[in-house]
């Protein structure tokens, strides 16, 4: 019986892997639209390059196209419309099973009929945004998914760009330019929301595992610094991520099993004659699963589970409404097993909600003029709760953080195109901000409020920036972004600007200047301080909003014929940081963590460095990408000292490369290996003074050495390997992920342990493996 099972699964194996004989088809569909307004353009000719013989389309009134017949595999395509710039989509990935649907913008032209001009090579990575003009780019699924390490999250994926570094192989940290994580604003379907991620707590922790699958992301952008005045409450990088459609013409169906999660994704049409699509994905826990069959931990297991739609819902020629939501539910509690003194019940539990959606309305009043509303509802929930309770005694310690945040945001964009040169944008987001927050220490019968506090605030913000292109060559873009907080009645005006000249078709100068603020998590605003009259009060809410001048000039060189290499300078100047109040503290709000304590804003920081960029888009089946940053990150002190940011780690380096092979009787496979080197400087840490716990037994930093231990570099590397088999209307695709290959033992964190009066040292994630299977139909 065993021997006819093994022969079964081994022509079952054949069978599927090997018996793929077809000339495979697909088709390939889309929109083409005007980049400034975002208006449908008719007549537009999209034609599959290599095709013999040929294959081409049109965009009928709606803009739409489809186009049938298309071989699996990597294609590109060119578009063409009279008036407007040609643009070219390069190796796009099309497999047999799901239909692939494409976004075209096209750029109105300058030039008279009939002139010739010679273009540069369209770049792949240009943003969507068409007011950015340095440190951004776009990124696509495909790219998410190729990344070794990025286990198909998009936060981890620009870890491989320039400038980004991260410090915590477990949680999802993004740290820019040297700022910390929390200073990055995050846009989806543009409205701002909280950080994506399961097992978050704001003002804490950015979480561990990202909510966003790559079943729903669409084409989106990444800022690094210097971004257009539309974004605002951020001063270190935005994501701006965009949800794509749902298929609204065939009901398409992807399932996915990994170590990290289990999908299962659907989308399609409402009717057959109607351009309106559904698409929802849902994710739970893979390891939680297992679990319950067979225990895969001795300890606790970290459970997780999320849901995300899209409804697309086009309300005739010139209004489309559209509704969509994210939502997350995760928790790791420990395991009482776990426990290693028994004479001390130890528990501890984390759980957290975040979730987010809205409704967003796009009306043309004519092809020049368009407006964007949304109306959106976020927020998280986080409770974590840490107790120790004496088993032979009456001693009894308990911390805990409680924190609701919600925002409900209204919003509303007019985009104006006066002519090829002119366009115009404007836009106010009014945020309703509710919270509820509190975090104690009790020792034994006693309780120490740190906070308490619920209410509401309002948030204000208006924006203007225009562009105007002087000819093909030299553009420039300038704008104002207006900030009102109603917690500390601060108000700020942002003006930024920006230029791109093009030297000539291979080079490109570029530079962007502006002044960015942000707000800090809600529950540090209300730390509360008892008065020597023992009055209670909360001085934090009237810290200003953190203010930082941003200037970045960039060259671009399109070295090769599919690749660049590109060179960016910043300097960054923070005004109103805030840091501690207490008399010989050297704290800052800009080392990333809560400080229970009074702040004051007075605090000064700077942040300069040189980023280079070489990178080859995917061509004739393989890529590469390298970048390398050296920079500084220093804030000034209470003491009027300056002092190493808790993330300054002065240097990072990235190569990330891979190739595709064709295989398969018709060639319709395909198997992919990427790898990735990753290296930055090490992590920062202040020095314990033994002499003051010699003393009194207790713990306290040297304060005068702020940040001065840097820990060893951290290095590693990664591998992925993939294989993809397409078959008569499905494709499935094996992944295996390696992180970590040589099992380095990269530094967490090191801690002072009172007991031995020793410093000791945690390490990070050792060799982790990641197997994943899906199946598309």
Not at 483 to 512: A, C
Not at 566 to 586: N, R
Not at 598 to 606: C, Q
Not at 661 to 687: E, S
Request: proline share 3%; net charge negative.
């Amino acid at each position: 019986m065993k021997t006819k099972n093994l022969l079964f699964l081994g022509l079952l194996f054949t069978a599927l892997f090997c018996g793929n004989a077809q000339d495979l088809k697909q088709t390939v569909k889309g929109k083409v639209t005007d980049i400034a307004t975002g208006s449908p353009l008719m007549g537009a000719t999209i034609v599959l390059l290599g095709s013999e013989p040929q294959i081409g389309v049109i965009t009928d009134a709606q803009g739409f196209f489809s186009m049938e017949n298309v071989p699996v595999g990597r294609q590109s395509f060119t578009c063409s419309y009279l008036g407007y710039e040609d643009a070219s989509i390069s190796e796009v990935l099309v497999g047999s099973a799901k239909e692939i649907n494409l976004t075209i913008r096209l750029t109105e032209s300058l030039n008279q009929l009939g002139e010739v001009v010679v273009q540069a090579r369209k770049d792949q990575i240009k943003p969507n945004n068409k007011l950015a003009t340095v440190s951004a780019r776009s990124f696509g699924v495909e790219e998410t998914k190729r990344f070794p390490a990025s286990i198909s999250d998009p936060g981890r994926m620009a870890l491989s760009f320039a400038g980004v570094t991260n410090t915590d192989d477990t949680t999802n940290e993004i740290v820019i330019r040297g700022n910390a994580p929390n200073q990055l604003l995050w846009r989806i379907e543009g409205v701002e929301v909280p950080e994506p991620n399961h097992f978050s707590e704001e003002g804490y922790s950015p979480g561990a595992v990202s909510l966003l699958s790559t079943n729903m992301l669409g084409n989106s952008d990444f800022f690094t610094g210097a971004f257009p005045a539309e974004y605002g409450n951020a001063t270190s990088g935005v994501f701006d991520i965009k949800l794509r459609n749902g298929n609204a013409e065939n009901t398409e169906y992807a399932f996915q099993f990994g170590v990290l999660g289990t999908d299962l994704a659907v989308e399609g049409p409402f009717s057959k004659n109607y351009k309106g699509s559904y698409l929802v994905n849902y994710r739970y826990s893979t390891l939680t699963i297992l679990n319950n069959i067979i225990e895969v931990s001795e300890g606790s297991v970290p459970t997780f589970q999320d849901l995300a739609f899209k409804v697309n819902l086009p309300l005739g020629e010139k209004t489309n409404l559209s509704a969509w939501g994210m939502g997350g539910i995760s928790e790791d509690n420990q395991d009482n097993a776990e426990q290693s003194n028994p004479n001390v019940f130890e528990d501890e539990i984390f759980e957290s909600k975040t979730y987010m959606g809205g409704i967003n309305l796009k009306h043309f009043f004519n092809s020049n003029t368009s407006l964007d509303g949304a109306l959106s509802y976020s927020g998280n929930r986080s409770d974590y709760i840490f107790s120790l309770d004496s088993r032979i005694n009456t001693d009894f310690y308990r911390e805990q953080d409680i924190l609701r945040n919600n925002a409900i945001r209204v919003s509303a964009n007019l985009n104006q195109k006066f002519n090829a040169k002119t366009s115009l944008k404007t836009g106010l987001v009014y945020s309703r901000l509710s919270y509820d927050v509190l975090t104690d220490e009790t020792r034994d019968t006693d309780t120490e409020v740190l906070v308490n506090a619920d209410g509401n605030g309002a948030f204000l913000q208006f924006f203007s920036q225009a562009k105007y292109r002087f000819n093909e060559k030299f553009s420039t873009t300038f704008g104002l972004h207006a900030s009102s907080f109603s917690v500390n009645d601060d108000f700020v005006l942002e003006p930024r600007g920006g230029f791109e000249y093009k030297i000539s078709p291979k080079h490109t100068l570029s530079g962007g200047v502006g002044l960015h603020s942000r707000r800090m998590p809600l529950n540090q605003y209300f730390i509360e301080v008892t008065d020597g009259q023992g009055d209670v009060t909360t001085p934090n809410t009237n810290l200003d909003l953190m203010r930082a001048a941003h200037y970045v000039l960039g060259y671009d060189w399109r070295i090769i014929k599919n690749g660049h290499l590109k060179i960016e300078a910043y300097y960054q100047d923070l005004t109103k940081v805030a840091i501690s109040a207490t008399p010989g503290s050297t704290n800052s709000f800009l080392n990333g963590r809560f400080i229970e304590e009074e702040l004051t804003d007075s605090g000064k920081a700077r942040n300069y460095g040189l980023e280079l960029t070489f990178e080859k888009f995917f061509s004739n089946q393989y890529y590469f990408l390298v970048t390398s940053s050296l920079f500084d990150s220093q804030y000034r002190a209470g003491d009027g000292n300056w002092y190493n940011s808790r993330y300054n780690a002065n240097y990072t380096f990235n190569v990330v490369g891979g190739k595709e092979f064709k295989m398969g009787k018709n060639n319709n496979n395909i198997f992919g290996i990427n790898a990735k080197l990753l290296w930055n400087g090490g992590k920062r840490d202040t020095p314990v003074d033994l002499e003051f716990f010699d003393q009194t037994g207790r713990v306290r930093l040297i304060q005068t050495q702020r940040n001065t231990i840097e820990l060893d570099d951290y290095w590693r590397i990664d591998a992925s390997f993939s294989y993809r088999i397409n078959r008569p209307k499905v494709s499935h695709v094996i992944s295996f992920d390696i992180q970590n290959v040589t099992n380095r033992l990269n530094v967490d964190e090191t801690f002072f342990n009172p007991l031995t009066r020793s410093i000791e040292t945690e390490y990070q994630l050792e060799l982790l493996p990641l197997l994943n299977y899906r199946i598309e139909f």
